[in-house]
């Protein structure tokens, strides 16, 4: 099994360009997270989805946009990078709210 | 505010001995508490939950304490490897977080040989 799997694993965009951030997960979890990991804080959670064609609001939700199309995928997109959204982007998946598994990560730069 | 602690200062420890590790929470009943491990580039991996009404978890060479009067938890690695260098992880799920994960930055683990 793949487990979780974030795609891009790097990225440079120029500010006000727009992109979208896939995490994939073959575990039948129902739940989907994503966070953001800045130096010296912990994962902040942006958004997360209970279960397919759900999704709601995490601690710093403003900037992002998610969809939870099918259960195995939630997408996180930037409308419009800011310089303020670099960071490492991490995808996780869950049964309920336990113990979550975690993609490799995404190293977003926003330039 | 609400709050999860850890030192944010490396713990460098010498091979054999037993690591700890502290996590600090303010303003928080949490309902369980859970420990990752996290390698540089690489996402967490979670090692441990432990709930609010159990004082003890233990799992091979990893042991968690929870101290609900003190508001904090302890993590301990016994007969540490220089492989257990990493940087460890504390989360927390409460009702007021809205059974959302709260982490605290992480302490980096720094065993040596």
């Known amino acids: 099994n793949a487990g979780v799997t974030q795609t891009p694993k790097f990225r440079v965009l120029k500010t006000g360009q727009s992109m979208t951030l896939l995490c994939a997960q073959d575990m039948n979890h129902e739940y989907m997270y994503w966070y953001r990991q800045d130096p010296g804080m912990g994962l902040r959670l942006i958004h997360y989805s209970v279960g397919e064609g759900t999704t709601a609001k995490g601690e710093v939700p403003d900037g992002y946009n998610v969809s939870r199309l099918k259960k195995q995928n939630f997408l996180l997109g930037l409308e419009s990078a800011a310089p303020s959204q670099t960071s490492v982007y991490f995808c996780?998946?869950?049964?309920?709210?336990?113990?979550?598994?975690f993609g490799q990560g995404t190293r977003l730069t926003v330039v | 505010s609400q709050k999860i602690e850890q030192n944010s200062e490396a713990l460098n420890i010498q091979e054999g001995k037993t690591a700890t590790l502290t996590c600090n929470y303010t303003?928080?009943?949490?309902?369980?508490l859970q420990w990752y491990r996290q390698d540089p580039g690489r996402g967490p991996v979670f090692l441990l939950l432990?709930?609010?009404n159990e004082k003890e978890k233990r799992k091979e060479r990893l042991k968690v304490t929870f101290d609900t009067t003190l508001k904090q938890s302890l993590f301990h690695i016994t007969a540490s490897q220089p492989a257990d260098s990493a940087t460890y992880l504390c989360a927390l799920v409460s009702p007021r977080s809205n059974y959302q994960l709260i982490w605290g930055a992480g302490t980096k683990l720094i065993i040596k040989p």
């Open positions: 303003n928080y009943s949490p309902a369980y």
């Open positions: 996780a998946s869950s049964w309920g709210v336990t113990d979550a598994f």
């Open positions: 432990i709930r609010e």
